[in-house]
């Protein structure tokens, strides 16, 4: 049987060693920083404790480790090289350099790590949204390493320009789409506010008729085109069809009138919904 | 097999452990120097350091091997983070303005300091500490459609007329060509011993030796 006291004293001389002996971390704005010594793992405020990034760091007491100094690129790759990679797209930034990303496979992500679930990484210091990169998984928690220089960049871009679009997810599509990319865009399009298309393109409709002293009754989506039902200040009624404009090439927040409703003699595109509500009341076109 | 294995066939075994051991540093990390920098490291220099003070800026892309995403970046520390992922080299990185007062303490390690760049100031303290401590020096720069690989025995400083760093021609291909000598003129000088010195005009596609 182990003697108590001499693991005890193991541990007390493996904590002293820990006083005068600089390691390298992560760590995130606010958080703490850790080492393990004898097979326990301590934890150290940092100091500046605002401090985010890879760093050396130098214990001063039970509680605190002085950043020395930034960490290079070789200490971090040898540091991430211990675990696990995983190749995740970026889906939006938390906060600071702390990210939510979701697997670039599924399948992969199943057989390895048991699960598949959005995944927060941390210390990302490069790549934008949808963007795929390469971390670092350590059991605890996930670490940024580097852009996957691997992945085509075309992609990222065509999802970053349906997200600017305000592109339906179930609208989504193009040549060599995944259903990962399409988790990771529903994931993307959750944070943005009013994104679920059937309240926003209401708000929008409304907001244009309001602006021409109309108001919206009713509207459907008819996929091309909208037919809207609206009122004047009147209280005449109207039906028109509308496009939106900024689904289509052109990323224009506008509203085109398909068809008005009434003759405009073949006119009616040169209308807005908004400029609309002024032509169908005072008929000055 | 190594990463190297095309320059090992050509160079030979003998020359590559050289190159691997030999401690070159390159003064600048611009068009020349971070282009040279990469050159040397995918031929087979192990120990290598760039100082530059210099952060990326868009303008830059056309002539120095960095990305878009970089812009803002320090140079040195980007080129160095670059060739580690590259091809595992470690490269040393320094983003300090070399002057008169620090040199010493900057190249003190080098046994090649490779002068490459943009400023007459900059240039001059290198000469001044090749001159000083006997340290070889090759000095590489660029006008216009000429470039000049000259050592430092018979290198005169450019005068500052031309330091304006944001408005002056600058051809890709005289700047790999050059490059490409001067990588040249650093390999056989680490084999041989031998400074050999060049000029290159872009125009006739000319690189002359000179015998100086």
């Not at chain 1, 906060?95 to 599924?106: F, I, K, R, S, V």
């Not at chain 1, 998984?137 to 085509?152: M, P, T």
């Not at chain 1, 939106?244 to 224009?252: D, H």
């Not at chain 2, 294995?5 to 600048?28: N, S, W």
């Amino acid at each position: 049987m182990t003697d108590i006291r001499k693991l005890l004293n193991q541990i007390a001389s493996a904590e002293a060693h820990l006083q005068s002996t600089q390691f390298l971390a992560p760590c995130v704005k606010g958080g703490r920083v850790r080492t393990r010594v004898a097979g326990m793992v301590y934890t150290f405020t940092p100091k500046p404790r605002q401090f985010e990034g890879w760093g050396i760091f130098q214990p001063v007491d039970e509680q605190t480790a002085t950043l020395v100094e930034g960490a290079d690129l070789p200490h971090i790759a040898a540091y991430l090289q211990q675990f696990p990679s995983v190749r995740l797209r970026l889906a939006y930034r938390l906060q600071n350099q702390t990210w939510l990303a979701y697997p670039m496979n599924e399948a992969d992500m199943r057989q390895r790590f048991k699960t598949v679930k959005p995944v927060v990484v941390h210390l990302t210091t490069e790549g934008v949204g949808f963007e795929q990169i390469l971390a670092r998984w350590n059991g605890n928690s996930c670490w940024f390493e580097e852009v996957d220089r691997r992945a085509d960049p075309t992609i990222a871009e065509t999802l970053q320009s349906n997200l600017k679009q305000l592109t339906p997810v179930e609208e989504l599509q193009f040549k060599r789409i995944t259903p990962e990319m399409r988790s990771l865009y529903k994931l993307a399009t959750q944070q943005i506010e009013g994104f679920a298309q059937p309240q926003r393109d209401e708000k929008r409709l409304r907001q244009a008729l309001k602006l021409g002293g109309g108001e919206l009754h009713q509207f459907q989506d008819r996929g091309d085109y909208w037919t809207v039902d609206w009122i004047t200040s009147d209280g005449t009624r109207h039906t028109s069809a509308v496009t939106p404009v900024m689904r289509s090439i052109i990323a224009k927040d506008d509203l085109t009138v398909v068809s008005s409703g009434i003759c405009l003699s073949g006119r009616d595109r040169d209308f807005d919904l908004q400029s609309l509500v002024g032509v169908m009341e005072h008929r000055e076109w | 097999m190594s990463i190297f294995f095309h320059e090992q066939l050509y160079r030979t075994d003998e020359i590559m452990a050289k190159l691997k051991e030999f401690p070159v540093t390159i003064c600048g990390a611009g068009a020349l120097g971070a282009n040279l920098a990469e050159n040397l490291a995918r031929a087979g220099f192990g120990k290598l350091k760039v100082i530059d003070r210099d952060r990326i800026e868009e303008r830059n892309l056309s002539t120095q091997p960095y990305y878009r995403s970089d812009v803002g970046a320090f140079k040195a520390k980007i080129l160095a983070n670059n060739l580690y992922r590259a091809i595992g080299t470690k490269v040393e990185a320094a983003t300090k303005e070399l002057t008169a007062t620090n040199a010493a303490q900057l190249l003190k390690e080098s046994r090649l300091i490779v002068d490459v760049f943009d400023n007459s100031a900059s240039r001059q303290a290198v000469r001044d500490y090749a001159d000083h401590t006997g340290i070889p020096c090759l000095h590489a720069g660029l006008s216009a459609d000429y470039a000049e690989v000259i050592w430092n025995d018979v290198y005169r400083v450019p005068s500052d007329v031309n330091d304006d760093v944001c408005n002056y021609p600058l051809a890709r291909n005289l700047v790999m060509l050059t490059v490409a000598v001067a990588c040249e003129v650093i390999v056989s000088f680490v084999a041989t011993g031998e400074q050999r010195h060049f000029t290159i005009t872009l125009k006739d596609l000319s690189v002359q030796f000179l015998n100086l």
